[in-house]
């Protein structure tokens, strides 16, 4: 949000500079992939001029300061959240004969799902699953009557996309029959989000290439591979018949040491990390050296 403010200050200061619509979002909700569209459907380009191209930066830890990194195609992964209700029967710890556990169901879901991008997703295919948060029980001595595990899973494509939900339920379901669950107390699994994969539009990142390298000089402007990250960033560009795409990321690591060793899981703090701190002066500037240079090659006077 600084970048975007510092953007909007500087072009309006060189307005000879550039010419037509410019249109700044400061969306909220990306982190549960509900923000984009929940302004695209309340008439974001409806009430607003519809764009020719739309462009967003992330804070990036595995960058040092100072630099931006961004590829053509594919950038960061679809993403899809998930809960799972695994319902049991419950009792009284001493009895669990009498019962139908629902925290060892959720253990064993647990496990097995571990074993679906192992055993059932291609081994060149990038996915991951992972299950983030489990809520049941109230007492050591109680054996509940349901669990909830909350399931995030990631994927570049459709095919895998569809793998994925459909093996998470079958797994689940699969185990409930195992320990004897009637069919009226089946797990539920409800949807919460799903988003495409971020896809850079090959022209437009490689006119975004061209001018930050002009604004930052050649060797701070990095070529990165594909990430496992998630943004609804990605739902512009499924809007209508489509918006090309370009999304960079603004590195934040002191120096060029430290953003080896975060990428190579060396080192902490990354984001969501509460000790994630980027060199404020260094890294805002660079982010918003990048957007006006973006903007004067695509609104150039």
Known sequence: MTVLVGTARLLMERRDLWQGTLVL?????????AGALAM????????????????????????A???????????????????IVIRG?????????????PIVM???????????????????????LSVGSIH?????????????LQVNYRYFSDATARHLRSAIER???????ATGIAEELMPIVIDQYSGPPINNDPELAHRMISAFRGALGNEKVIRTDRYTFSDDFSQFGTHGSGIPLCYFLLGTAENQCDAEKVAANMASPGIHNPSFAPPPEQSIKTGVKAMVAAILELLPR
């Open 65 to 83: 300061a100072g630099t931006v990194g961004l590829r053509e195609g594919l950038f960061w992964a679809g993403c899809a959240s998930l809960d």
């Open 106 to 128: 959720a253990a064993e879901t647990i496990l097995l799902l571990q074993t679906i991008v192992s055993r059932e997703i291609s081994p060149i295919e990038p996915a991951v």
């Open 25 to 33: 979002v400061a969306q909220p909700l990306e982190e549960v992939g």
């Open 40 to 63: 695209i459907e309340d008439g974001l380009f409806t009430r607003f001029p519809h764009p020719d191209f739309a462009l967003a930066l992330h804070v990036a830890p595995s960058l």
């Open 136 to 148: 049941g029980g109230t007492k050591g001595n109680i054996i509940p009557e349901e669990v909830v």
């Open 171 to 177: 797994t689940a379901r699969g185990v409930a029959v």
């Open 89 to 101: 029967i419950g009792g009284h710890g001493s009895r669990p004969h009498e019962t139908k556990d």
